[in-house]
């Protein structure tokens, strides 16, 4: 069976030319390892699940598509369906420049170019009514799993039962208690496949609006509302009814899960749904700036002012939601790898002492009947073989290895064999670990320093085509890098646990970086561009005040004072001093 390989690509707002980068060189070495005559099958590799938050959803709608159907269009390091959108063609140029639908009242920037960018590197492709013959990128599984990270301004209930209360006048009855909570963590997903059933402008017109709502940032562009059917994954268990569409409003979907890597793990499960190929499994995290300290010793109990507070909780409660996917896989990780360490020691104990069989076997049968207690006894039977069955898989080498030697002291293996399995499988259904796996993930980042369009809170790409190509190619570096790295590792062949890729050659026609870029001046922007971008910044926050203050006099006072203020904070900025 060949390696399985999910990529979960993370909000950048202008760096997403950096991610860009990265995610060419992976591809394309994938692509060349998969083609090239040494690579057995079980060695090549497929990418079988994409998710995107933010800048990362508009990439990965673009990516999915373009692997599934458009093949060449990946190919070329510097004319390919990522370089194009990132590098070329989102400028501040267009983005100052409203029309169409923009209004000046809703966002600071053209929504509008973003939309004529999804339709040309998206819906293009439906643009003449039938699209051209399907090409499947040498990297691309025969379907791909696309999560697209999203967040739900009005909100999706959903029940909770938190106990049951015994009726006074009726002791022998329960009545159920439930509480309501709303949520706006939202997502969407679905599976392309390589057929004329998914390749259509009507699912991708859906896909491209979806994409573009999670790359919304907050006041830079207008709010999307989005069609949604109460039957899609993200709302089960919630009180939407299944058959019937709902209209919600959709802003940046970084806001609530900028680091899609648990959508990953879902859409990986539901593929691997019985989870016996975890061993093959593998993800990659592409994401501007490392993973780094965010602790903040500039707040204490004296300067703990009302704007001090203020900043420092909205930092806390960003900080704290951004990591919890982390928080969650290394936990997980951590239990798994102590349940294999517990069933190996099980597992040593019965090869010195294979008369202790019995034991394990009547201590095991105790503890699976009170652990599997879901259904009838058919029922639980059924699926306490299921999940022996799965184990038997998962443990081959430490089964037959206790079969072998048991056999040889004269006792029967399988006996033996069969009775430290029920152990583990009690072992695992305590610790509620059936249905995890241990993710091996694999992440391509970069320092601050290192990227152009860090400046101006990662806007800083779209000033300047010059930045967006120079973060495109330590995007590349960095995963050429990575790649080395990994095809040396792997010269001496697959090892367990270890992402095979060895069959390339990476960094076609890559230019050497230029120094310094990363910490680039403004000043060096053009000053009309500059200037041009503070005055629609003033513009904006100055309809703020409108929007929010009736009194004439204290909108007057307020737009003053905001000028003022504002105006000497953006020239600091965008070095207009």
Known sequence: MSQKLAIAISGAVSLGSYEAGVIYEIVEAIAQHNTHPDTAEEERIEIDVITGASAGAMTACILSQKLMFEAEALRQPCANALYGPWVEDVDITGLLKLRGQDDPNFSILSSEQIAELGYKYVMQRYAAGQPTPRQRHPAAASSIRLGLAMSNLNGVDYAVEVTDFPNVADPGSRSRRMFTYTRHKDFFTCEIQDQDADDNPKLWQKLEAIARSSGAFPFAFRLLQIQREGSDASFAQSVLSPDRPYSFVYTDGGVFENEPLGLAKDLVDEIDRKHLNHGDRFYLYVAPGAKSSTVNPNINAENATYLNTGAALAGAIFTQARFQNWIATSKINAAIRQFEQQAKELSDVLLKSPQLRMAFSSVADNLLSVLYIQGTS??????????????RHQFTEEYDRLVY????????????????????????????????????????TSEDVELAGEQLFAFGGFLDQSFRKHDYDVGRHKAVHFLQQLQALNQKGKGEGQLYLTNFV?????????????????????????????????????????????RIWVRWL?????????????NELLKLE
């Open 378 to 391: 058919v029922e639980q039977q059924q699926q306490i073989m299921l999940d022996r069955n799965r184990l």
């Open 405 to 444: 030697a048991s056999t040889k002291t004269g006792v029967p293996g399988e006996e033996v064999a069969e009775s430290w399995l029920k152990l583990v499988q009690a072992l695992e259904k305590a610790q509620n670990l059936g249905t995890k796996d241990v993710m091996t993930v694999y992440a391509i």
């Open 506 to 550: 990476p960094g076609h026609n890559l230019a050497p970086l230029q120094p310094d870029l990363g910490k680039v001046d403004l000043s060096k922007v053009d000053l009309k561009t500059r200037q041009a971008l503070k005055a629609q910044l003033v513009d904006r926050l100055q309809r703020i005040v409108d929007s929010v203050e009736g």
């Open 558 to 570: 307020l737009k003053l004072s905001l000028r003022i203020f504002l105006s000497k904070r953006l």
